[in-house]
Each structure stands twice: as C-alpha cells, then as structure tokens.
C-alpha cells in the first residue's frame, strides 16, 4: 500500500515542503529508515494489535497492551533458548561480551548482575554528570573545529555522549576515539549477525572480535586499577565485588554502558534537532527558552523514538494476546508503534511539547528496562543546549537527511 508522506525539495525558494507517495515499509525491520513509518506504525498499533507475519516468519506485537504484555512475560526472553549468541558471531570476543549483557541475558533479568548494573547507572551523580558533559562539549568543539556544518553536527551528535559514558568509566581522553571505533565495529558485528543489516561478512565480524577484544581489554586493565577508575567503574566493581559477580560479567557490562546508549543517544539528538528544523516556530521558543528541551526531547522520545522496535523468543509454547505461539518463535516489540496507539497517548499523532501525561516505551519496560532513563536523556539535554548555542545549520539538516541502516534503531544523519 502507499501512503502519503512529507518530503522537502529543493527551489528557487529554498527548501520546500511537498507531498509525495510514499512506499510502505515492506515490513517492521524495514520500517526505521523509512522517511515516515508513522502512519503505517499507527495502523498496526490501532488496527493489528499484535499478529503473525507468516512472509518473515515472525510475530508482531505493536498496540502498548501486546508490547507491554510481551516485555513482561516470563515467557519472553531476549534470546532463543538454545542461541545465546547468534551464530555468526560464535568463538571470540564480540560472542563473549554478548553472551555477559545483562541486556541479552534473561538468567539475570532479576538477579544480582542486573541489579548492580541498574543500581551503578541509576546512581551516577546526575550534577557531576551535567558538569562534566558541558565540560567536554567545550573540548570537542575545539577538536572538531569551525565552521560547524550538517556533517560537524553529525560528528558531535555521536561523539559526545558515549565519550560521556566512557569518561564515566575512566577512559583516558586519548582513547576516546579508538574506542569509538571499536564500539562501531563491535556494534556492526552485533546487528549484522543478529538481525542481517548489514549482511555479514568475515571481515565485519573478524572487526567486531578486535573490537570487542579492544574494549574488554581497556576496561579490564581500568578495573583492576583503583586511581584510574571513573564513578562508573567505580560503583560496578565495588557493588559487584559486594554481590559475588564473576569479574569478567562485570567487565563486559562495563563495556555494555558503552555499547547500549552509543547509537541511541547520538540518534535522539539528531531526531530532537529534526523536529526543530521542521518546526521553526518551536524552535524560535525553545532558543528563549531552553527549559523547553526537557518536554521537548520527551515528546520525541514519544513521537519519533529512536528504539523502534527490540525483540523477544519464545521459551515454549505459550499464549500472548490471545494467539498461541510455539516455543523459539520470535516476536518483534515495536515501541515506536505503541507510543502512536491512542489507548496509551489521546490524540499521538499530535506534536506537543506540552502534552499531560505522556507515554512512551522509548527506554522499554519490564525486567530489562534501561537503567538510563534518567541519565541518557540529561546528557541529550546538555549536549542539544550547546548546539544551540553554537549555531546548528537548521536549514541545511533536511537536505542532508539519511537514516543510517538498521532494523531497530531509526538514526539520522546529517551527511549528504
Ligand atoms: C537515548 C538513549 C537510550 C535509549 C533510547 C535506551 C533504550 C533502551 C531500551 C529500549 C532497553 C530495553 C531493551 C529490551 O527490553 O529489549 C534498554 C536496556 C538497557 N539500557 Fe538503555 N537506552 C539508552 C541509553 C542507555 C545508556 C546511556 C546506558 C548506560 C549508561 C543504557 C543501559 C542499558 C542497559 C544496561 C540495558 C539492559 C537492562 C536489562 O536488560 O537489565 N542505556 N535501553
């Protein structure tokens, strides 16, 4: 089916908004790149609730009743039973750090693991954490340099806030770019092997295993040395020592920190900035005004969510939202549908950065909840204040709009 869709071409007048036909995405792992999946994502969410794509050979949940009710099964895991790892990415470093996440593991949803790496991030100072986000904000300005066009923003929208993370942990300043790298290439590996986007190949996952091998080394050496280690290192040694983790569960969450908000944030960002080059009004108020960009990033979170969908297997046969399915079956929870489902927001369809009562599934629910919630969206405050302050070429984002590819994660890039 087509739907209707909003596109900006370029005239003699500058860029001009227009109306064009709009393929649908084929499906829901083809739906985060798509330029508008909203209103297929609220038809599903409204009039499919939750059903069996037989062509892919997976289940659907996109109305917030399913999704929730699939997040908090005991029935729903994060992995099939019998492939903790995918298979592509068996026998080395990525297969070892995968396997650790707290994130893949469900023999850990509400165990000590789980807890003392929801309790270090929770914790974090979320004071300190502004300051020294703001801190280095200001330093990589200078390292990437004037004048800051489309591509810069990009640059700084994925930089900031994982080196944040990193800073958190203790990793020097000069390492903050190889470990960028190396969560990249562990990152590629990951999503290549378990969802095909990118198709694998030997050398995407023969990088993914160096990159891992990278990460976990670093963050092993900063463990074991007590003057180096950042707060964040700091809480998950100390809390997972007190709760008898293995050592290397906590090294490789440690490095989860990393990996798990890199894309996420970086992508909140650029969305936030989207709907601000797309509504010039609201930008004019939120410049006077940055309290406005608490509620504002809420409702992107809501309207336009970078999680757009994760996944669930089946640990045996078993009933939800009323279909039988069979053990193994896989289920993808689509999120970013649910927030567009008026049993859980009136009116979805609707921007507003004063909306009461918002609800989003952006940050999940359930036993594998993010413990950042609070943490991820300050340190996207921070960083979209500053680019304000510096000068965001907003007339120039829509041109250079692509979405990075990828099943789950809608990411924008300012890059064309
Ligand atoms: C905008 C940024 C972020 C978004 C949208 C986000 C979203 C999510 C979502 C949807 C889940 C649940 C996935 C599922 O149930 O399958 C999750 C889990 C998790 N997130 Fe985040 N996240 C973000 C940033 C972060 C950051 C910065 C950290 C660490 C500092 C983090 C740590 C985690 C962890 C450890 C889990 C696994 C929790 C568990 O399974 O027990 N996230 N995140």
């Given at each position: 089916m087509m739907q209707q869709g909003r596109r900006w071409l370029k005239s003699k007048e500058g860029l001009m908004p227009t109306t064009v036909l709009e393929a649908e995405p084929q499906h829901v792992r083809a739906a985060?790149?798509?330029?508008?999946p909203y209103p297929w994502y609220g038809r599903l969410a409204r009039e499919r609730g939750f059903f069996r794509d037989d062509a892919n050979n997976w289940w659907v949940a996109a109305s917030a009743a399913a999704v929730r009710e699939v997040l908090t099964s005991d029935v729903c895991l994060t992995r099939p039973m019998h492939e903790r790892v995918p298979a592509g990415l068996r026998d080395g470093a990525a297969a070892d750090i995968f396997s650790r996440l707290v994130r893949l593991r469900d023999d850990q949803a509400r165990g000590p693991l789980k807890d003392v790496v929801t309790a270090a991030v929770r914790n974090i100072d979320l004071r300190q954490l502004a300051t020294l986000t703001q801190a280095r904000a200001n330093e990589l300005d200078a390292e990437i340099?004037?004048?800051?066009d489309a591509a810069k923003t990009t640059q700084f929208m994925f930089a900031l806030p994982v080196q944040i993370v990193a800073l958190l942990l203790g990793v020097p300043r000069e390492r903050l770019a190889d470990v960028m790298g190396w969560l990249g290439a562990y990152g590629a590996a990951a999503a290549a092997t378990g969802t095909n986007i990118p198709v694998p190949t030997a050398e995407i996952i023969a990088r993914g295993h160096q990159g891992a091998q990278a990460l976990f080394d670093l963050l092993r050496n900063l463990k074991i040395n007590d003057a180096e280690r950042g707060p964040l290192l700091t809480a998950l040694t100390n809390e997972g020592r007190r709760a008898g983790c293995d050592e290397n569960d906590i090294v490789a969450n440690a490095v989860g920190t990393m990996i798990q908000g890199y894309a996420a944030m970086a992508s909140l960002i650029g969305l936030t900035l989207l709907a601000l080059a797309r509504r010039p009004e609201l930008r004019a108020q939120v410049m006077a005004d940055r309290k406005l960009l608490r509620p504002l990033i809420q409702e992107v979170c809501r309207f336009d969510p970078t999680t757009n969908s994760t996944f669930r297997f089946m640990a045996r046969d078993g009933e939800i939202a009323r279909h039988t399915l069979r053990q193994g079956e896989m289920i993808i929870v689509m999120l970013a549908a649910a927030n567009r489902d008026p049993a859980l927001?009136?009116?979805?369809?609707r921007f507003d950065?004063?909306?009461?009562?918002r609800k989003y599934l952006e940050f999940g629910?359930?036993?594998?909840?993010?413990?950042a919630d609070k943490l991820a969206p300050l340190i996207v405050e921070i960083a979209l204040d500053h680019l304000l302050t510096r000068g965001v070429p907003f007339e120039k984002l829509e041109a250079a709009l692509s979405y990075a590819p990828s099943g789950h994660i809608r990411t924008p890039l300012f890059n064309r």
């Open positions: 985060p790149p798509h330029p508008d340099g004037l004048p800051f927001n009136p009116e979805p369809d950065i004063a909306r009461a009562d629910a359930g036993p594998h909840a993010c413990p």
